[in-house]
């Protein structure tokens, strides 16, 4: 015989039953719990975008060590033996490999970022989840790319008997700068790219123009002073100075006016790139 005292507990209790909302564009708080419980999906597609972009290739992997290798023998003849351009405390190789680390980073994360909506189409029109994970996951697999140009990096060392500086210790600090530098227009250019197709077009312009505005192939000493300020506003300007400054030391030096100028520059496009995909999210299933 049922208590009868016990069903009024019981109905309280059947009241109570949680009540799960699923709804993209909600409140950043929340956002960001949908991040954690949703953590191995971003694992997952990390790991399948690194296992296709190798999967049936010809060079495989070693295409990470030779495109920015070619890309600094290109550098080193331009500008340091045509322009006469010198170096900075190291090797002049060294020099512009260590400022090819960052940058190679920032085009390639920065491309697969911005097309990560639209390659993930399928996805992105059938199931929720926070889209953030599609342009985050491909800076990821860009960090992959990164990890073998630095071994690359560690033997040119050894090649041209150059010790690494003792700051290399605060080496991670400017990776971690150069993850959000690129996330910041990545998700800007995601956002964009589900509404404006033509954006693709921009993009590999953009990365062309930027290549020749960064200290890639030369030392940021060789601006004059009084720009100093402005070409620091720069982003990759800030990561690259101290891409040099932590690995080379020497006489690479690293003024906290001009580093700060590009981390407030990073920390502005990334907050409005985030605002901006994070606003405008509810409507990729059906733009895309």
């Known amino acids: 015989m049922t208590d009868v005292a016990s069903i009024p507990q019981e109905r309280g209790a059947a009241a109570r039953v949680e009540e799960i909302w ?7 708080r929340h956002y960001w719990r949908d991040l954690w419980h949703y953590r191995e999906l971003f694992y997952f597609l990390a790991w399948r975008d690194l296992a296709v972009r190798y999967k049936q290739t010809v060079i495989g992997i070693a ?117 959000f530098t690129a996330l910041g227009p990545g998700l800007w250019f995601a956002a964009l790219n589900v509404k404006y197709r033509d954006f693709r077009y921009v993009i590999p312009f953009a990365i062309q123009a930027g290549t020749y505005l960064s200290p890639v192939g030369f030392s940021s000493s060789v601006v004059p002073e009084k720009w100093r300020l402005l070409y620091s506003l720069n982003p990759m300007v800030g990561v690259i100075d101290g891409f040099r400054w932590s690995i080379l030391g020497g006489v690479n030096t690293l003024n906290p006016l001009y580093l700060g100028a590009s981390i407030l520059m990073t920390a502005l496009i990334f907050i409005t790139g985030l605002r901006h995909f994070h606003h405008t999210e509810r409507s990729f299933a059906d733009l895309i």
């Open 63 to 179: 295409w990470a060590v030779i495109q920015p290798l070619l890309t600094m023998l290109i550098f080193v003849v331009v500008f340091n033996r045509l322009a006469h351009l010198k170096s900075t405390g190291a090797p002049y190789p060294i020099l512009v490999f260590a400022a090819l680390l960052p940058w190679t980073f920032f085009t390639s994360a920065l491309t697969q970022a911005s097309s990560s909506m639209i390659t993930n189409s399928n996805m992105v029109s059938k199931v929720y989840f926070p889209r953030l994970i599609l342009p985050a996951g491909a800076v990821i697999v860009a960090l992959a790319d990164f990890l073998l140009s630095f071994a690359l990096l560690l033997v040119l060392m050894v090649i041209f008997q150059f010790a690494p500086s003792p700051r290399i210790v605060l080496f991670p600090l400017f990776l971690l700068l150069a993850v």
């Open 22 to 28: 699923i709804e993209p564009g909600g409140a950043l």
